[in-house]
T-cell receptor
């Protein structure tokens, strides 16, 4: 069964303390992996698409990487405005529908 | 550009009532989707459309109807509301994925959501 698991469920960091969020997936084949950011009370906002193992994408303090089993969202020297829930979604070979993880809630304390 | 708009923001229904959640986009996107988001779970696709006049079921379509008469609008109808439909509903739109990669839902633009409570 196709599955996406995000960890940890929640992560509290001090401002400037770098860390990584994990998205592990079990699918028959991967066509693409997506990262979104969701602020409280709002809809998800697109961040990155990764298509193949070894690929990396960067945007400001965020860098997404992809292996054959998981993706990491690295956040470097985070600021309070980076606080949000980060969602991962996988597009499997077997289905046109995305499989979404439950998200990681990131809290950055000043 | 307003992007993707949804109305209402909040709604309370009684069991058995029907209602329509409205969704509109002004980006001329061909693809539109409806998702529901429940605590501790990932987004789940309810219905989607790849163009005016074309709709299809997602993962959790039971109890919901959609139609797409224009590119801009994609309303979601709850036929007879049940407490299990209490959720936050998001509408999203996107351009078609590139055929070479076989991906249908690329970068999606989401609306602000409708929080629905069914008593």
């Amino acid at each position: 069964e196709d599955q996406v698991t995000q960890s940890p469920e929640a992560l509290r960091l001090q401002e400037g303390e770098s860390s990584s969020l994990n998205c592990s997936y079990t699918v028959s084949g991967l066509r693409g992996l997506f990262w979104y950011r969701q602020d409280p009370g709002k809809g998800p906002e697109f961040l990155f698409t990764l298509y193949s193992a070894g690929e990396e994408k960067e945007k400001e303090r965020l860098k997404a990487t992809l292996t054959k089993k998981e993706s990491f969202l690295h956040i470097t020297a985070p600021k309070p405005e980076d606080s949000a829930t980060y969602l991962c979604a996988v597009h499997p070979d077997s289905n046109y529908q995305l499989i979404w993880g439950a998200g990681t809630k990131l809290i950055i304390k000043p | 550009n307003a992007g993707v708009t949804q109305t209402p923001k909040f709604q309370v229904l009684k069991t058995g009532q029907s209602m329509t959640l409205q969704c509109a986009q002004d980006m001329n996107h061909e693809y539109m989707s409806w998702y529901r988001q429940d605590p501790g779970m990932g987004l789940r696709l309810i219905h989607y459309s790849v163009g005016a006049g074309i709709t299809d079921q997602g993962e959790v379509p039971n109890g919901y109807n959609v139609s797409r008469s224009t590119t801009e609008d994609f309303p979601l109808r709850l036929l007879s509301a049940a407490p299990s439909q209490t959720s936050v509903y998001f509408c999203a739109s996107s351009r078609p994925g590139t055929s070479g990669r076989g991906i249908r839902f690329i970068e999606q633009f989401f609306g602000p959501g409708t929080r629905l409570t069914v008593l």
